[in-house]
C-alpha cells in the first residue's frame, strides 16, 4: 500500500497554487507558524516548501523574516513552458530517430504501466497525488536519460529555476481533487500517446506531441489548478 503523501509535499503544492492564483499577494510574507497551523503541520514541512519555492523564483528570502511571495505574470509561466516544451520536444525527437533499445522500451512500458494503475479504480485523493507525482517525474527523466543529449538535461535544469516550468511544479487546489483527477488523467493520457510515437519511430510526430503536452498547462481550464505535468 502507497504511504499517505508527506506533509512538505502537501504544503509545498499548495502554496504554489496560492502565490501562482493571488491568493497569497506579490509581497506578502508568508509566516512559517501560520501557515504550519493553517495545514496542521510542524515547521519543517513549511520551511522545506518555502526552500523549494525560492529555486523557483516564487518567494524571496526576507532574511530573518523568513518569505514573502514573489507574483508571476502568466507571460513568465507562458515562456518558461515554452522553453521546457521545446527541449523535450528534441529529447524525444532523438530518441525517435534512433532505433529503440529493448531495455528503454521495457522501462517505459513499465512507467506507463504505473500510471495505468493509477487511473483504473475509483477514488482520487492525496495518496494518488503522490503516486501521480513520482510516476511523472520518472517518466519525464526516463525520456531526458534516454535521449543522450546532456546539454538538454543541463538547459531544462536551468530553466527549472523559472516558476512552475519543472514538471516536479505541481499546484493543486485540495478542494477540488476530482477536477486534478481529470486533468492528471488527460497529462497520462499523453504520455500513452508520446511514447507510442517514439516506440514507432515517429520521430517528428513524438516531438509536435510532447511539446503540445508542455503547452497544455497554459490551458485555462487547468493552470493553475494542477500546473505543469
Same mark, same amino acid.
Given at each position: 500500500?502507497?504511504?499517505?503523501?508527506?506533509?512538505?509535499?502537501?504544503?509545498?503544492?499548495?502554496?504554489?497554487?496560492?502565490?501562482?492564483?493571488?491568493?497569497?499577494? &506579490?509581497?506578502?510574507?508568508?509566516?512559517?507558524?501560520?501557515?504550519?497551523? %493553517?495545514?496542521?503541520?510542524?515547521?519543517?514541512?513549511? @520551511?522545506?516548501?518555502?526552500?523549494?519555492?525560492? /529555486?523557483?523564483?516564487?518567494?524571496?528570502?526576507?532574511? %530573518?523574516? $523568513?518569505?514573502?511571495?514573489? $507574483?508571476?505574470? *502568466?507571460?513568465?509561466?507562458? &515562456?518558461?513552458?515554452?522553453?521546457?516544451?521545446?527541449?523535450?520536444?528534441?529529447?524525444?525527437?532523438?530518441?525517435?530517430?534512433?532505433?529503440?533499445?529493448?531495455?528503454?522500451? @521495457?522501462?517505459?512500458?513499465?512507467?506507463?504501466?504505473?500510471?495505468?494503475?493509477?487511473?483504473?479504480?475509483?477514488?482520487? $485523493? *492525496?495518496? /494518488?497525488?503522490?503516486?501521480?507525482?513520482?510516476?511523472?517525474?520518472?517518466?519525464?527523466?526516463?525520456?531526458?536519460?534516454?535521449? !543522450?543529449? @546532456?546539454?538538454?538535461?543541463?538547459?531544462?535544469?536551468?530553466?527549472?529555476?523559472?516558476?512552475?516550468?519543472?514538471?516536479?511544479?505541481?499546484?493543486?487546489?485540495?478542494? &477540488?481533487?476530482?477536477?486534478?483527477?481529470?486533468?492528471? /488523467?488527460?497529462?497520462?493520457?499523453?504520455?500513452?500517446?508520446?511514447?507510442?510515437?517514439?516506440?514507432? !519511430? %515517429?520521430?517528428?510526430?513524438?516531438? /509536435?506531441?510532447? %511539446?503540445?503536452?508542455?503547452?497544455?498547462?497554459?490551458? *485555462? $481550464?487547468?493552470? *493553475?489548478?494542477?500546473?505543469?505535468?
Amino acid at each position: 500500500m502507497t504511504a499517505p503523501m508527506k506533509p512538505g509535499q502537501r504544503v509545498l503544492f499548495a502554496l504554489r497554487k496560492m502565490i501562482v492564483s493571488g491568493e497569497i499577494p &506579490d509581497g506578502e510574507r508568508i509566516a512559517e507558524i501560520a501557515t504550519a497551523e %493553517r495545514f496542521g503541520v510542524s515547521r519543517m514541512p513549511v @520551511r522545506t516548501a518555502l526552500r523549494t519555492l525560492e /529555486q523557483e523564483g516564487l518567494v524571496a528570502r526576507l532574511g %530573518r523574516r $523568513g518569505y514573502a511571495a514573489r $507574483g508571476v505574470t *502568466p507571460g513568465q509561466i507562458d &515562456d518558461a513552458i515554452e522553453v521546457r516544451g521545446v527541449l523535450e520536444g528534441l529529447a524525444v525527437r532523438l530518441i525517435a530517430s534512433r532505433p529503440i533499445a529493448s531495455a528503454f522500451a @521495457r522501462k517505459l512500458k513499465a512507467c506507463l504501466a504505473d500510471g495505468d494503475a493509477l487511473f483504473g479504480g475509483e477514488g482520487f $485523493g *492525496p495518496e /494518488q497525488v503522490d503516486r501521480f507525482y513520482s510516476y511523472n517525474l520518472a517518466f519525464h527523466d526516463l525520456l531526458l536519460d534516454a535521449s !543522450g543529449n @546532456r546539454a538538454i538535461g543541463v538547459a531544462l535544469s536551468r530553466n527549472n529555476h523559472l516558476p512552475l516550468a519543472s514538471a516536479a511544479a505541481l499546484a493543486l487546489d485540495w478542494d &477540488d481533487l476530482a477536477n486534478a483527477h481529470k486533468h492528471l /488523467q488527460a497529462a497520462h493520457e499523453e504520455h500513452v500517446a508520446v511514447a507510442d510515437a517514439i516506440l514507432s !519511430g %515517429r520521430a517528428e510526430e513524438a516531438e /509536435q506531441l510532447m %511539446r503540445r503536452h508542455a503547452r497544455a498547462a497554459l490551458n *485555462p $481550464g487547468l493552470m *493553475p489548478l494542477v500546473g505543469p505535468v
